[in-house]
Every structure is written in structure tokens, then in C-alpha cells.
């Protein structure tokens, strides 16, 4: 062992040796403690398991008490169904006898009531005197007077308040429309006065022992009058255009100064030339004056041919300006649409410049040819409805039909002749004298009113609103008027006696 490498080897051998020997003794440790916990875990898993299998078992247990009672239920659910089956059975048989013995109770009542009906039937008749079909016919008629006479006083009672509220609020909405739109009203009359510039110039009219005005008035056929009145001159003529091309004449001529035949003739020409001109300039005046615009062109020119039509002595233009004004100031107290109503007001009496061309009534006429140059359906028929040759089917419709009857019956607005009056009043008296049971028709207030007598024997009460009524419509139909006609209907009953 002298030998020190020798040394080394036994000593490195050694402990290679005991590092061996501590780590088998370090595995056998780990083993041991291994083995342990496995033999733990194995009787961890024994208790769960054998606890798992008691639960088990438990569970089994309980499905099996289950599983009986749950025959047991099913058993008694089938014995159940069985008796419900029956009872219901039962109950269908009973009702079925039940519906057969109520049926038989109903047949034998039913029965026993015709019995009593007709041994009552027949014992009314015979204190009656009258037949069943009698009775019955004699019920629907007293049933059928008594429900006219409550429509009749219905009608009364709501015709009574629509007058008490509507009358006051018609009054005031006509009255300011009246007096916002106060015009002059004066009829036309067949002459024209045209002042002097100076008192020479009534001699230049007359001319050298008179040629002058022989020249005028065999060219325009107008009679001139220079002493009527001082400080002017009077033309003459019952045709209105003629009328008007012979004071445009003059007026010219009085502006040049120079009056003879030829200056004459070479005027009149003038005046006849620029005919159409002032047409059209009178059409639209109008319009502008009314507040209108967008009208057709041949609207424009047939509206300022009206300027020399009168109706009843009263301008036919001037009379639809106002009455476009008139209606427009109706409508907005109203609520209406203005500018349809003022429109349809404007053009309402159109067709009358047309009537002597065309075949119809001016409303017929007026208001096809509105339709053909673009004008609204219901500017249409305000104007075709304004004489009610058809059916107003607008409210703006009724408002030209009323600012119509307002601006011919203002006062001194229109004049009619004395036997054309006569006839009118006449015809009126005659139309209503007509209706059965009218024994007197009286008309006054110059025709705006009629008051009709009836026999108290043939019209009774009630049917004194029917009366008026049909009275009134078969005026709006068959007569022609200005204005409004007020029918009143009376009846009265007088008894008398002689005390000897």
C-alpha cells in the first residue's frame, strides 16, 4: 500500500461505494413512502367505491318502490278513466232523453199557445168587428202617422235652432262683408255726359250750321245734345257700344281742337280700331281690381266685353267685381278657400258676354269655357251652380251664389221694367197657387216675399214645413229671380156663432 495512486483508487472506490449505498437506501425510503400513500390511495378508492356501490343499492331500492307505486297509480288512472267513460255515457244518454222531453214540453206548448191565440184571435175579432189582418193594417198606419208627426216635429225643433244659432252668425258674417265692400250702386242709364274743356267748344261741336254734329251723329249713330245741361255735352244711345266708340271720339277730337267731317271719320276710325285694345285693358283692370291673376287671355278679352253689357240697367263687369270682393270677404269669415271663391265669383256671369254666339244658359256656357282654358273643377262649378242649374257641390260654390243674390239686390243697383214686373209677380202667385190645399198666394215686398193661405181642412199642422218647404224648391226650380223669396205659409181655423 506504499503506493499513492493504488491509494487513490481503494479511497475513490469507497466512496463511490457509499454514494451507492446512500442513494439505495435514499430509493428504498422513496419506495417505502410510495407503497404507503398507493396503499392509502387503494383504501381511499375501496371506501368510495363501497360507498358508491351502498348508494347504489339505496337508489335501486328506491327505484323499485317507485316503479310500484307508479303501477300502482297507472291502475287506479285506468279504473278512474273506466268510470269517467261510463258516467260520461250516462250523462249523454240522459241528456239525450232530456233534449227529447223538452222537445216534446216545447211541441205541446207551443201547440197550447196557438190554441189560446187563436180562440183569443178569434174572440177580439169578434168583439172588435175587425179581422187580424185588419188590426194589423190599422197599427202600421196609426205607427206610421205617429212616426211622421215625431220626424215632422224633429225637423221643427232642428230647424228652430239651426235658425237661432245660424241666422245671427249669417247676419254678421253678410252684414260686414256688405259693409267692407260699400260701392256705388246706381243703375246705368242710357246716357253719357262728357264735360266742356271750354264754352267755344260746344260751337266747334255744332259746327258750321251744324254739319258738325249732323256728320257725328249719322257716323256713329249716337244722338248728341249740347243744351241739356251747361258745361257739357249729352250723348244718347241705347246700344252701349255705340255709345262708347262715340265718346271716345269726341274725347279725341276734343283733345286735337280741330272738328270737321273728315277729322271726324278719320276719330271714329281710330275709335273703332282700338276697340279690341281697350277690351283687353278693361278685362284686365277688372281683374287687377278683383285681386286676380293668371287668367287666360281669351278670359281676360271676354271679360272686358262685358264692360258695355248691363243686366236689368246694372254693369255686368262691375257687378262681377263686386261680387268677387263680396265673396272673398264671405269666404274668409267663414273659413272657405278665398281665392277659389273669389275666382269663382269673378267669372260667374263670363258665358253672358258668349250667349248670343253660343247655344244654353250664360252659367251652362260660362262655365265650359272656363273648363276649357284651365280653370279649377271647382271654380267650375261655382259658376255653372250659381242659378242652380246644377247642384252646388262646394261651400265656395254656395258663397258665389250668395255675394251674387247680395250685390243685384242692393238698392238702386238694378231696375226692371213695370210689365216685366207685373209678369214676374204674376207668375209667382201662379206657381204657388198650384200646390194642393193653397187657397190664396199673396206676393209682397216687390216680390221678395210670398204668403201662402191654406185650407185648414186639407193641410194640417205638420205638414205646414213640407209645404214651405216644397214650395220653396219648386220657386228655385222653375222661376228665375235676383235675390232671395221668403215663403210663409199660414193657417188658420176661425169659428163663429149667432147668439138670437
Known amino acids: 500500500m506504499d503506493d499513492p495512486g493504488a491509494l487513490a483508487t481503494v479511497v475513490g472506490l469507497l466512496g463511490a461505494c457509499l454514494v451507492a449505498l446512500v442513494l439505495v437506501l435514499v430509493a428504498r425510503r422513496e419506495a417505502g413512502l410510495q407503497r404507503a400513500q398507493a396503499a392509502q390511495d387503494v383504501a381511499a378508492i375501496k371506501d368510495e367505491a363501497r ?3 351502498a348508494d347504489a343499492e339505496r337508489r335501486d331500492v328506491r327505484t323499485a318502490e317507485r316503479e310500484q307505486t307508479l303501477a300502482a297509480d297507472r291502475a287506479e ?3 278512474l278513466q273506466k268510470t269517467t267513460r261510463a258516467r260520461a255515457d250516462s250523462a249523454a244518454h240522459e241528456q239525450r232523453e232530456a233534449s227529447r222531453l223538452r222537445d216534446e214540453i216545447d211541441r205541446d206548448v207551443a201547440r197550447r199557445i196557438a190554441e189560446v191565440d187563436r180562440a183569443a184571435i178569434a174572440e177580439l175579432e169578434a168583439i172588435s168587428g175587425m179581422t187580424a189582418e185588419d188590426a194589423r193594417a190599422e197599427l202600421a198606419r196609426r205607427i206610421t202617422t205617429q212616426a211622421e208627426n215625431d220626424a215632422a216635429a224633429q225637423v221643427r225643433r232642428a ?3 239651426a235658425r237661432r244659432t245660424a241666422d245671427a252668425r249669417a247676419r254678421r258674417i253678410i252684414t260686414t262683408a256688405v259693409q267692407r265692400l260699400a260701392v256705388a250702386t246706381s243703375s246705368q ?5 262728357l264735360p266742356l274743356p271750354s264754352d267755344e267748344m260746344k260751337g266747334r261741336i255744332i259746327g258750321k250750321e251744324g254739319r258738325n254734329i249732323r256728320s257725328f251723329e249719322a257716323l256713329t249713330g249716337v244722338n248728341v245734345l249740347v243744351d241739356d245741361q251747361p258745361d257739357s255735352v249729352v250723348l244718347s244711345c241705347y246700344d252701349p257700344e255705340r255709345r262708347e266708340i262715340a265718346q271716345v271720339t269726341l274725347e279725341a277730337l276734343m283733345a286735337d281742337g280741330r272738328i270737321h267731317p273728315q277729322r271726324i271719320e278719320q276719330a271714329y276710325g281710330d275709335a273703332l280700331a282700338s276697340a279690341e285694345e281697350r277690351t283687353e285693358a278693361a278685362g284686365h283692370d277688372a281683374a287687377e281690381r278683383v285681386g286676380i291673376a293668371g287668367l287666360h287671355p281669351t278670359l281676360v278679352r271676354t271679360l272686358g266685353r262685358l264692360r258695355l253689357r248691363t243686366s236689368y240697367g ?5 257687378h262681377l267685381i263686386e261680387t268677387g270682393l263680396l265673396a272673398a270677404a ?3 269669415e267663414v273659413g272657405a278657400d278665398v281665392e277659389v271663391t273669389r275666382r269663382g265669383a269673378f267669372l260667374h256671369d263670363l258665358g253672358k258676354a258668349l250667349t248670343s254666339q253660343l247655344p244654353g244658359t250664360h252659367a251652362a256656357v260660362g262655365a265650359d269655357l272656363a273648363r276649357r282654358h284651365g ?3 271647382a271654380v267650375v262649378n261655382a259658376i255653372a251652380a250659381h242659378h242652380d242649374e246644377v247642384p252646388p257641390e262646394t261651400v265656395e260654390a254656395v258663397l258665389v ?3 251674387d243674390a247680395i250685390s243685384a239686390a242692393r238698392p238702386g243697383a238694378r231696375r226692371e221694367e213695370l210689365d216685366q214686373y207685373v209678369e214676374r209677380i204674376d207668375k209667382l202667385e201662379q206657381l204657388v197657387a198650384a200646390h194642393a190645399g193653397v187657397r190664396r198666394a199673396l206676393a209682397m215686398s216687390a216680390g221678395r216675399e210670398v204668403r201662402v193661405v191654406v185650407e185648414p181642412s186639407e193641410v194640417d199642422d205638420y205638414a205646414l214645413p213640407q209645404l214651405a218647404v216644397a214650395i220653396a224648391r219648386h220657386i228655385e226650380s222653375d222661376l228665375a229671380y235676383p235675390g232671395e223669396i221668403k215663403v210663409t205659409v199660414i193657417r188658420e181655423i176661425r169659428a163663429s156663432a149667432t147668439a138670437g
Open 51 to 53: 360507498a358508491l356501490r
Open 77 to 79: 288512472v285506468e279504473e
Open 159 to 161: 230647424e228652430a235652432q
Open 189 to 193: 242709364s242710357a246716357i253719357t255726359v
Open 314 to 318: 246694372q254693369n255686368v263687369l262691375e
Open 330 to 332: 264671405l269666404a274668409a
Open 375 to 377: 280653370e279649377s273643377p
Open 401 to 403: 251664389q250668395v255675394a
